[in-house]
């Protein structure tokens, strides 16, 4: 009885709060009856509920940003997203999107897009999507540089191989060295990618290859990730993927990015 007393303050105080914006004083009220039906008033109340309960606990959102023109319109376009969503995982990250732009506004001008993200994407597609932040731009020029290695490596001992049969002692010493520092610069990158070759495995999110590469091909539809291994000898469609600079300004967004 206690818990559902403080449900309703705690919602009954997110209310009166948020009334102050102009659309949200009839978001939380009117819009059901413009959506119709039971089930969408259950979510809306969910998630007042949610919100209601992170609202009055964080001690860093700046009210002033609730009466902005950018705060009121990200509140009309999540509040139309939570009433046709049944999954909780979704209106939390509606909810820390709301927390996030009173605490930091961002007024970004894709907000429509992301959010329509969150609303298509599962949570695995997601969770497949932030582990790809690791495959970037820097990994695609370390991909180019082990690959410029590899021929100097190659022309390194052509050189050695050339200059052990005319005896060249001076010259032999120094072609060792350069063959030293190129092996172990490809050896460092090598070692630095391997680590994260569980992150293009299935296995590492309990999917089988089917579901995973189901996934793997929605996220290059929707721009988020793009096939870095096409024209790569004996490399499959969609088994070597990078983020786009659009996939990490989405992860940014809901706040999942991590450098």
């Known amino acids: 009885m206690k818990s559902e007393e403080s449900k309703e303050i705690l919602t009954s105080v997110a209310k009166s709060l948020f009334s102050t914006i102009p659309y949200a004083g009839t978001a939380l009220?009117?819009?059901?009856?413009?959506?119709n039906g039971r089930l969408k008033q259950n979510r809306l109340n969910k998630f007042i509920e949610i919100l209601a309960e992170s609202f009055t606990k964080n001690s860093d959102i700046n009210l002033n940003n609730i009466k902005t023109e950018h705060f009121n319109d990200l509140f009309e376009a999540v509040i139309k997203r939570v009433v046709s969503t049944k999954s909780e995982s979704k209106l939390r990250r509606f909810k820390?999107?709301?927390?996030?732009?009173?605490?930091?506004?961002?007024?970004?001008?894709?907000?429509?897009?992301?959010?329509?993200?969150?609303?298509?994407?599962?949570?695995?597609?997601?969770?497949?999507?932030?582990?790809h932040r690791h495959f970037d731009k820097s990994y695609i020029k370390e991909i180019a540089r082990r690959d410029e290695l590899r021929e100097e490596l190659n022309k390194a001992l052509e050189n050695k191989k050339r200059e052990s049969n005319i005896m060249d002692i001076s010259s032999s010493s120094h072609n060792n060295e350069t063959?030293?520092?190129?092996?172990?610069?490809?050896r460092m990158i090598e070692e630095k990618h391997n680590k994260l070759k569980e992150f293009r495995s299935p296995a590492f999110y309990n999917l089988d290859e089917n579901k995973y590469f189901f996934y793997i091909q929605r996220l290059y539809s929707q721009g988020l990730l793009i096939d870095i291994g096409i024209g790569r000898i004996g490399t499959e469609p969609f088994y070597i993927m990078s983020i786009t600079e659009f996939g990490i300004n989405f992860l940014k967004f809901l706040k999942d990015f991590k450098d």
């Open 29 to 35: 009220t009117e819009l059901v009856f413009d959506y």
């Open 179 to 186: 063959i030293r520092a190129i092996e172990t610069e490809i």
């Open 96 to 131: 820390d999107i709301l927390i996030n732009e009173l605490i930091n506004p961002t007024e970004s001008d894709t907000v429509d897009i992301y959010l329509d993200l969150i609303n298509n994407l599962s949570d695995n597609e997601i969770l497949i999507l932030n582990h």
